[in-house]
């Protein structure tokens, strides 16, 4: 089992930028996909990026793209997850995710260790 802890979160204004970062332990992290997911007060949580095992895929949710980039240090064993022109929306607490590297990164039911979260606020 995997230990996953989240980092970087806080409250910014609409606009700004945010790193969130994923420490790991307990698994080869590097044989291992990693993904970002989130959830909003009243709401399901949702899927928002994921990565291959060596970083050489990587899938977004629509809400995502264009401006959240995730990436991963192998060598560090972190995810990270650069949030760039954050809105409003954003606002939720973020959780990183580790699963066997098959099947599609969205797929939350591939994940099977979860961390704490980090709260995200975005302020208009």
């Known amino acids: 089992q995997a230990q996953l802890v989240e980092s970087g979160g806080g409250l910014v204004q609409a606009g700004d930028s945010l790193r969130l970062s994923c420490a790991a332990s307990g698994r080869t992290f590097n044989r291992y996909a990693m993904g970002w997911f989130r959830q909003a007060p009243g709401k399901e949580r949702e899927f928002v990026a994921g990565?291959?095992?060596?970083?050489?895929?990587?899938r977004y949710a629509d809400s995502a793209k264009d401006r959240f980039t995730i990436s991963r240090d192998n060598a560090k064993n972190t995810v990270y997850l650069q949030m760039d022109s954050l809105k409003p929306e954003d606002t939720a607490v973020y959780y990183c995710a580790a699963g066997p590297d098959v099947g599609t990164l969205s797929t939350e039911g591939k994940y099977q260790d979860w961390g704490q979260g980090t709260q995200v606020t975005v302020s208009s």
């Open positions: 990565i291959s095992w060596g970083g050489g895929s990587t």
